[in-house]
């Protein structure tokens, strides 16, 4: 039996899996930082253009500048505190709690941007969105000394820390997946589609107590990036996941110390040493190598289908002479690679929303005709 292009790409997703799943086993945060900095800016760069090519997925013309005006405002943030300018700014943006409030607004505006066309429907809805936002972040306490205190929760944690990072690279891309492979009937990206899911848990199950490769002092450094990095995202992730007790931080005479929420504080460079070396920190950074990693290579591998590559000249030269800009500046230096690269990072998983929410709607859609129809292909009109 022949099969298909599209079957060759599914079963070559399953072979870059295994790739994936391979270098994360061995060496997993160089494996990341590799990928991240070589890889991603060129994805950026490619899907930014290629979402642009057609509308972003929104029934809007110009729905996306909330999306990349959310971006700037993030980007302008970081930015001013990294460097030391605006601090009025920072400061309200801080006391707004203007990060959390700003990116649940462009994930539940996305669902508008996706599904409806009328715009003053989308604008009374956004400005419903945003109150019920603002009051979701708002202070909700006050501590002992009668300050107001927002108090973090776990849904907080998944939209402000894993929404931007391993749900964007993993759930989301899962789903992609899923709904390409249900449109298609295809039985071969179902399989590539199950095997995405089986791929974390063997990864955290096969050989958990074998170490290949100690990470090196260079991937110690570059991943913490000057404070910039992802290795906050590890400790968080450790924490809420109640993965390993993290070190408490004593003060001077041994007493644990506390946030101003009332929990308890961590020993943050006792935890870094956690997460590189305990088996537990090593076994969640495979996760995040081989999430990251096979999230490019599912990108271009899928190019022939995507046609991310299919624009004008001009631009396809401007976008390979970024990318090779943005590698030059990570072999210089990682944490500058990091700063200077956070816009378009954090844009592109912004702008990339209404597409995400066009996938679950289409998972949805898929499902229901394949209950009434059966799960064979449909008639070409």
Not at 264 to 277: G, N, P, Q, R, W
Not at 295 to 323: D, Q
Request: overall charge neutral; charged content about 15%.
């Amino acid at each position: 039996m022949l099969l298909t292009k599209e079957d060759k790409i599914n079963y070559v997703n399953i072979g870059l899996m295994l790739l994936s799943m391979m270098a994360a086993f061995i060496l997993p945060f160089e494996t990341f930082l590799f990928a991240y900095a070589f890889l991603g800016p060129l994805h950026y760069l490619t899907e930014i253009s290629w979402l642009h090519d057609r509308q972003y997925f929104t029934k809007g013309k110009y729905d996306f500048l909330v999306l990349l005006i959310i971006s700037i405002v993030i980007s302008y943030d970081y930015f001013a505190m990294k460097y030391e300018f605006h601090p009025s700014f920072v400061k309200q943006y801080s006391e707004l709690n203007l990060y959390g409030k700003l990116l649940a607004l462009a994930i539940i505006a996305s669902i508008l941007f996706a599904l409806v066309q009328n715009l003053w429907v989308k604008l009374i809805s956004i400005l419903l969105i945003y109150a019920f936002v603002d009051q979701w972040f708002s202070p909700n306490y006050k501590n002992a000394v009668g300050q107001e205190v927002f108090k973090p929760s776990f849904a907080t944690f998944t939209i402000t820390s894993l929404v931007p990072t391993l749900i964007h690279v993993y759930l989301f891309t899962g789903l992609f997946m899923l709904y390409g492979a249900l449109k298609s009937r295809s039985y071969s990206g179902l399989i590539q589609v199950v095997f995405f899911v089986l791929a974390p848990f063997i990864l955290f199950n096969f050989l958990s107590e074998s170490n290949f490769f100690e990470v090196s002092s260079y991937g110690k450094q570059a991943y913490d990036g000057d404070g910039q990095g992802f290795l906050g995202l590890n400790i968080e992730v450790l924490k809420e996941f109640n993965l390993m007790e993290l070190p408490p931080l004593l003060d001077a005479n041994g007493q644990q110390l506390f946030y101003v929420n009332g929990t308890k504080a961590i020993d943050m460079e006792a935890s870094k040493e956690l997460v590189f070396y305990s088996q537990t920190g090593i076994l969640l950074m495979r996760f995040i190598a081989f999430a990251y990693l096979y999230h490019y290579l599912n990108w271009f591998s899928k190019t022939e289908i995507i046609r991310w590559h299919k624009v004008p000249k001009v631009r396809f030269i401007a976008v390979i002479g970024l990318w090779i800009a943005a590698c030059g500046i990570y072999l210089y230096d990682y944490a500058l690679g990091l700063t200077f690269l956070f816009f378009l990072s954090f844009c592109h998983v912004l702008l990339e929303f209404p597409l995400n929410m066009v996938s679950i709607t289409g998972i949805g859609k898929e499902v229901l005709a394949i209950s009434k129809q059966g799960f064979r292909p449909k008639l070409k009109s």
